[in-house]
């Protein structure tokens, strides 16, 4: 792949979050602009690798997706993590009562002054919702996460956001 090869700037982020949040779906919806149900993996770890072009330049994005059954590989991960981006499931509570608990793993797992992102998936499911956004946003400002977000990898809704959201800031930190 040529626009591989040409890349310049290669960053890694890591996904993480409690269990179905959409994690996996989200990565998926990023890679390839489709939603596709939970495939089983042999491994646990979901990988993908995309080139954005983020103002002209070649960005070569890798993600990797973080399952809590297979802690010892995901925290291996975060060493190397430029970027996370912490999701939780806008119709579950309790997915969002975790976020913090998911910063202190960054922060006890991965290098210094990695950049965060939060996003509150499935904001499809409106009717179900249970966390206000302008909780997430003020939650996201006190904390130090350079943006809050609602996504949904099943209608394609502000993945692509995410993703540019946090590989432009992390160009310009370099
Ligand atoms: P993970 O454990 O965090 O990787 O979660 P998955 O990606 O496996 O998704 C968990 C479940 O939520 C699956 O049944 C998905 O089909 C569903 N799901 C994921 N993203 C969305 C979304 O944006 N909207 C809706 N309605 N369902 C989603």
């Given at each position: 792949?040529?626009?591989?090869?040409?890349?310049?700037?290669?960053?890694?982020?890591?996904?993480?979050?409690?269990?179905?949040?959409?994690?996996?779906?989200?990565?998926?919806?990023?890679?390839?602009?489709?939603?596709?149900?939970?495939?089983?993996?042999?491994?646990?770890?979901?990988?993908?690798?995309?080139?954005?072009?983020?103002?002209?330049?070649?960005?070569?994005?890798?993600?990797?997706?973080?399952?809590?059954?297979f802690?010892t590989i995901t925290?291996?991960?975060?060493?190397?993590?430029?970027?996370?981006?912490?999701?939780?499931?806008?119709?579950?509570?309790?997915?969002?009562?975790?976020?913090?608990?998911?910063?202190?793993?960054?922060?006890?797992?991965?290098?210094?002054?990695?950049?965060?992102?939060?996003?509150?998936?499935?904001?499809?499911?409106?009717?179900?919702?249970?966390?206000?956004?302008?909780?997430?946003?003020?939650?996201?400002?006190?904390?130090?996460?350079?943006?809050?977000?609602?996504?949904?990898?099943?209608?394609?809704?502000?993945?692509?956001?995410?993703?540019?959201?946090?590989?432009?800031?992390?160009?310009?930190?370099?």
């Amino acid at each position: 792949d040529v626009l591989e090869e040409d890349a310049l700037w290669r960053f890694q982020i890591i996904l993480i979050g409690d269990s179905d949040v959409g994690k996996t779906c989200v990565v998926q919806n990023f890679k390839s602009g489709i939603f596709s149900e939970k495939q089983q993996n042999t491994i646990g770890v979901d990988f993908s690798v995309r080139t954005m072009d983020i103002e002209g330049k070649k960005v070569k994005v890798s993600t990797v997706c973080g399952q809590e059954r297979f802690r010892t590989i995901t925290q291996s991960y975060y060493r190397s993590a430029h970027g996370a981006i912490i999701a939780y499931d806008i119709t579950r509570r309790p997915t969002f009562d975790s976020v913090a608990h998911w910063i202190k793993e960054v922060e006890l797992y991965g290098a210094n002054n990695v950049l965060l992102v939060l996003i509150g998936n499935k904001c499809d499911l409106e009717q179900e919702r249970q966390v206000p956004f302008e909780e997430a946003c003020i939650f996201a400002k006190e904390t130090g996460i350079l943006a809050a977000l609602e996504t949904s990898a099943k209608v394609s809704q502000n993945v692509e956001e995410a993703f540019t959201m946090m590989a432009r800031e992390l160009l310009a930190r370099n």
